[in-house]
């Protein structure tokens, strides 16, 4: 009995340590196979490990690289932008002179803008002063032409001495100034002095009579070395007689006989007669 108790628990303990040395060997086997997977992984760590410091390396070279090429081009932008500013100072300066000139010009402009119209107003005053000037001017002309027109309605035409045809004649300064402005004739003028010879224009006369209280008179007249006399001839009687190479018809009118024997009118002639020549003195 004993022996089978004895038995029994050796049989007991043979089977906990088969039980116990099966455990240590599945262990031992699971830790072996975790050692190997571990080194495994620990192996493709590492790889991953060198991978990334490999690429790491060339990542480091392409930034080095990069930056030295960031570096040159951001000297070569800080030369361009240097000389950009430059010329954008030189620029601005610019600008600021022509504005300067602009204000000053506009300053000028705005002061002769104002002068011009102070001007302005002072013509427009003096036009206005012209325009009535001119109405006024206007209305003279007007009237001295009624006037003039009545005066040649009033101008007399008498029958020269010689042909007997009519001619217009001037009795007083006024009707001779008209006949001037008509241009078909020249006209001198004259005061004579009884015994006197005067020239006047290309012929010579002389007074030999003056009688004021019947306004008749005697003259003389020399030309082209012949000698005319006039014999008591009336106030406003036109006086002919022809001068020169091709005779032409010139004419004498009195207009005033005074009481000391002198004798005032004017001799007329046609336009292409010969002018008197005029002596200069020394």
Known sequence: MRDETVQGTSRGYSGALLAAIAVALLLGIGGIIWSYSLNSKLAAQQQATADSAAQNAKLAAALKDTDARLNVATDELKTSLGVTQAQLDTRSAELQVREKRTEQAAARLA??????AGQVAAVQTDVGGVKTDVAKTQTDVAKTQNDLADTNTQMMSMKGDLNGHSTLIARNSDELEILKHKGDRNYYEFTLVRGQKQQVGTVSLMLKRADS?????????????KQYEKKDKSLNEPLQFYSGKEPMLFEIVVNNVSAKNTVTGYLSSPKGAPAPVVVAER
């Open 213 to 225: 209280k019947r306004s008749k008179y005697t003259l003389s007249v020399f030309s082209d070395d």
């Open 111 to 116: 002061t002769e803008q104002q002068q011009t």
